[in-house]
């Protein structure tokens, strides 16, 4: 009984159910309209939510989204479509959906200020169709029939607050599951999403498809509030000062939405009442938005981060020991390389990228058996970096052939690759610090992992529990927890570039252990991009060195650091062999 009163999902049910019934019984006529209206602008500030504080996607016509609801649930009470109330609300949400999607499709390839126009401009047509054409019942006066059971003002508002609860127990849910850390993943770095097997673009799909969906519901909310509206309650440059209001107080959290919903519903009436013009009110959003690019953050982002560095603080979080490595660990290294690789689990042939007249991969083969770690090393600017690039899909434009476990899989978006089985990590770290690091472990595995599973994966690399959020965690933990959520998804060949960047001798040699143990433990092979060479030759079973885009050696660790040719691309002199042994 303890734990259900201390969930936050129990806690704030029956918060709602206390606010609904409290306001519905006790509040004024007044009072009661001002609160629904605070309601449906809930609903609004919840799609912001979605489209933008999750998603990360830019979207100014999330009030034309909500016409369009409002128009299916008007046309539905003059048509008499069965159901009532209770089915044309859904039904103008998903009207909205298709809408949602008409827009979403080419604005896929938009991104920032051009998706903002895109959308501004779809939302100022649509605010000209629907000045030109009166919504239903609107010259009749034929007023929406509100719910059965929830006709007067009090039991609409009790009414809208359910359909606003269930709307956040919906995205609670998704804000637990690998869809909506996808959605968090994608608005961090679409790179990394791809990285991970996620489709970007069908990711924003979804995100302008949901969005759209709770929009057109507050817009039917909305209709059942006034009884009939018009084009003026779904004006563009209010849903320009929405916007700015879902910006400011971040929406994709449900205190942001709450109050955003507070502040575009009372907030006119506020100033109205103190003789400022109301269309002074979006200049007030307007700065607080700018606030919000200035601090990098909404005021409730902020806040919550604030909080988790304060418990951060005042708890006392285990240090990492280094354990001394098992005799079995020790010797990971030798087993693998006694055993047989069983043929290649990547094959590059003949790869070369330009970019204009510079050659950044020229004509480079190189083959990770399974069951092996093979190093790929060479100074700055080598194109290490773009050989990765182009085997994953990232880069697209280049000759040669890829192979994964002997499958071509040139034609294959990065994504695409990834869910086949090639993954990787970027030189960058592009870990989200808007996710618990179990959800990271979820995203990054591309795969559902159970509880244990994760649990015995952070205890694996020694990192924070499932629920610690990730903004509270060093960037050298959070470098290993995206090497253990990339090897808990057992992909066929991981790509790491550079894991061991920002390390302290303890973590690296914990990364050294556990490197070692990929192909035995996971079935992974491994390229390694690294230039800690202790690391490389404690770990690697084969090296490849490359410079100016060429294989200039490669074979045993050992011999290739010795090889003059690779003392002279790292040193600077002169080599007899140009070429080296490819």
């Not at 609670?172 to 968090?184: E, I, M, T």
């Not at 302008?208 to 440059?237: D, I, K, P």
Request: aromatic residues 8%.
């Amino acid at each position: 009984m303890g734990t259900a009163v201390r969930n936050p999902l129990v806690l704030g049910l029956v918060a709602a159910a206390a606010v609904a019934f409290g306001v519905a019984g006790f509040a004024s006529s007044y009072v009661t309209f001002l609160l629904t209206g605070a309601a449906v602008t809930t609903v609004f500030m919840q799609s912001y939510g979605l489209i933008t504080g999750r998603a990360g996607v830019i979207s100014l016509c999330q009030l034309s989204f909500a016409a369009i609801g409002a128009w299916v649930v008007g046309w539905a009470n003059v048509a008499d479509v069965p159901g009532g109330f209770y089915a044309w609300l859904p039904l103008g949400g998903l009207a909205a959906v298709v809408a949602g999607l008409v827009i979403g499709l080419p604005a896929l390839r938009l991104r920032g200020v051009n998706l903002a126009v895109a959308t501004f401009a779809f939302a100022t047509a649509l605010d000209v169709v629907f000045t030109g054409i009166a919504f239903p019942g609107q010259d009749t006066f034929d007023f929406v029939r509100r719910p059965a059971g929830f006709t007067d003002d009090s039991g609409y508002f009790v009414f809208t607050v359910a359909v606003v609860t269930a709307i956040f127990v919906g995205l609670w849910l998704l804000d637990r599951s690998r869809a909506g850390g996808a959605l968090v993943e994608i608005r961090h770095s679409e790179r990394a999403a791809a990285a991970h097997g996620i489709s970007v673009a069908r990711g924003k799909l979804t995100a302008f498809a949901l969005s759209a969906f709770v929009a057109g519901v507050g817009g039917g909310l909305m209709a059942g509030q006034l009884g009939v509206v018009a084009a003026g309650n779904f004006a563009t440059f209010a849903s320009v000062s929405f916007f700015a209001i879902a910006l400011f107080v971040g929406t994709n959290n449900i205190e942001g939405a709450i109050a955003g919903g507070l502040i575009g519903a009372v907030f006119p009436v506020i100033i109205d009442a103190l003789g400022i013009p109301q269309d002074l009110s979006a200049l007030f959003f307007g700065i607080g938005a700018i606030q919000v690019l200035r601090l990098g953050g909404s005021q409730t982002d902020l806040l919550r981060a604030s909080r988790r560095r304060k418990r951060q603080s005042r708890a006392h979080p285990p240090t990492r020991e280094s354990p001394t490595p098992t005799t079995r660990e020790s010797n990971v290294q030798r087993t693998r390389i006694q055993r047989s690789g069983g043929g290649a689990a990547l094959e590059v042939r003949g790869l070369r990228v330009r970019f204009g007249a510079l050659t950044a991969v020229d004509g480079v083969d190189l083959v990770v058996p399974k069951g092996h770690v093979v190093g790929l090393v060479g100074p700055n600017g080598a194109g290490k970096s773009t050989l990765i690039n182009a085997v994953t899909g990232f880069t697209t434009r280049y000759d040669g052939t890829v192979l994964l476990d002997g499958r071509p899989v040139d034609g294959l978006a990065a994504h695409h690759r990834a869910r086949a089985g090639l993954r990787r990590s970027f030189q960058q770290l592009r870990v989200p610090t808007a996710l618990s690091v179990g959800m990271f472990l979820q995203v990054a595995a591309g795969r559902k992992l159970s509880r244990d599973e994760v649990d015995e994966q952070l205890a694996l690399f020694e990192c924070p529990t499932a629920d610690t959020p990730m903004d509270v965690v060093d960037v050298a933990t959070r470098r290993l927890l995206e090497v253990a959520g990339l090897a808990a998804g057992r992909p066929p060949v991981l790509l790491l570039d550079e894991p061991a960047a920002g390390h302290s001798s303890t973590e690296t040699r914990l990364l050294q252990r556990r490197l070692a143990e990929l192909p035995e433990r996971f079935g992974t092979a491994v390229l390694l991009v690294e230039h800690d060479i202790e690391l490389v030759r404690s770990t690697c079973d084969s090296l490849v060195v490359v410079d100016f885009g060429r294989v200039i050696a490669s074979g045993p660790p050992d011999e290739v650091l010795a090889d003059p040719a690779v003392v002279a691309a790292y040193l600077g002199a002169p080599a007899h062999s140009p070429e080296g042994n490819s």
